[in-house]
């Protein structure tokens, strides 16, 4: 069997046992996508050159049409988004208009007076700034419900409100807390130094840098053709997750991309296209050692040492990706449910390790 039958059959196996889970929210209708492809190691990874392994799809796109799922559709990233974020970042700070020393209250001015006045862009971009966190990881994604109406969040400007409030759980640097609200205000600090949009930051200073045409912050009330639907289960029924989330993305989450395209970010993440090697570096140092993994700056970085990973889960959402140097691995899967990608990025681990 050829390395891509082998993987497309680990993946189908892996499908076949989610549908028939109880426990599991996968059914013949959640989307699914995934790509696996190699490099020579150390190279980075280039979709027009990389040995493709696997670049498949299962599941339907759009659940009332049962148009298929492809791998050419976009997929929301969730957290994976925060990649994206962090490197929009880090470009203001590779040309000096921030700098990782930059305290958020120097640009806050009197917004969110709960936020520590030593809370510093490195902090946030660790997740050690200590700030409370406007959402609740540990709660039933099912019933998760954003604290204002989600057409009103359009701009980090709009999530004040909800940012507001949160008691500080540390003193900055001392401990990691994974926040949601602190890659927020990162977005939020980006388009205030810079006095450039937010997705217009990302879509410049990340986007067409790393040649990713198809990833965006579409909003989720109007979205393009080609990009799948999330779904929830409540009570019985699959609805459309437009309801749970923001109908554009901050800097926490909310873009659509492409198996391609990640590769793409890493590729360009990894040759300096996006920002210089030395900020690189400084994102791929393990900054805390958690029982969910080793973080860097807007990175996991997974064993063995040198691999990058980004990670999200919400309602309708799952997606993970991981290119490995020492390899020239690059895996990539989404899910149009909050469970569907785990089934297969578990088992593709598993396979590509054996």
Not at 223 to 229: F, G, Q
Request: hydrophobic share 40%; proline share 7%.
């Amino acid at each position: 069997m050829t390395p891509d039958a082998h993987l497309r059959q680990v993946a189908d196996d892996a499908i076949a046992s989610a549908t028939t889970d109880p426990d599991d929210d996968t059914d013949a209708l959640a989307g699914v996508v995934a790509r696996v492809t190699r490099t020579a190691p150390g190279a980075p990874p280039d979709p027009a050159t990389s040995e493709v392994l696997l670049d498949a799809a299962w599941g339907a796109a759009d659940r009332r049409t049962r148009a298929p799922l492809t791998p050419a559709h976009r997929v929301a990233m969730a957290s994976g988004s925060k990649g994206l974020t962090a490197l929009a970042t880090l470009a203001l700070v590779a040309d000096g208009t921030l700098a990782l020393t930059t305290t958020a209250r120097s640009l806050l001015g009197d917004d969110l007076p709960l936020v520590a006045d030593d809370v510093t862009v490195e902090h946030l971009l660790a997740h050690r700034s200590g700030i409370g966190d406007y959402l609740d990881d540990d709660a039933d994604l099912t019933e998760h419900l954003m604290p204002v109406p989600v057409h009103r969040l359009v701009d980090p400007e709009d999530y004040l409100p909800i940012l507001d409030g949160h008691p500080t759980l540390f003193p900055a640097g001392s401990d990691f807390a994974y926040c949601n609200g602190g890659f927020v205000l990162l977005a939020l600090l980006a388009q205030r130094a810079s006095g450039v949009p937010f997705h217009e930051l990302v879509r410049t200073r990340v986007l067409e840098p790393a040649g990713m045409a198809s990833t965006g912050y579409p909003r989720s009330d109007a979205l393009p053709a080609d990009a799948a639907t999330g779904y929830v289960l409540v009570d019985g029924e699959w609805r459309s997750n437009v309801h749970h989330l923001p109908v554009v993305g901050g800097g926490d989450g909310g873009a659509y991309t492409t198996t391609a395209d990640v590769e793409r970010l890493w590729g360009a993440l990894l040759s300096g296209r996006i920002v210089p090697a030395d900020l690189v570096a400084r994102m791929r140092e393990v900054r805390s050692d958690t029982d969910d993994g080793r973080y860097g700056l807007g990175l996991w970085l997974p064993e063995p040492d040198g691999a990058v990973s980004l990670e999200g889960q919400d309602t309708g959402v799952s997606f993970w990706s991981q290119h490995d140097p020492t390899t020239g691995l690059t895996i990539t899967v989404a899910g149009t449910t909050a469970d569907a990608a785990w089934p297969v990025a578990r088992a593709l681990r598993e396979a590509l390790d054996a």
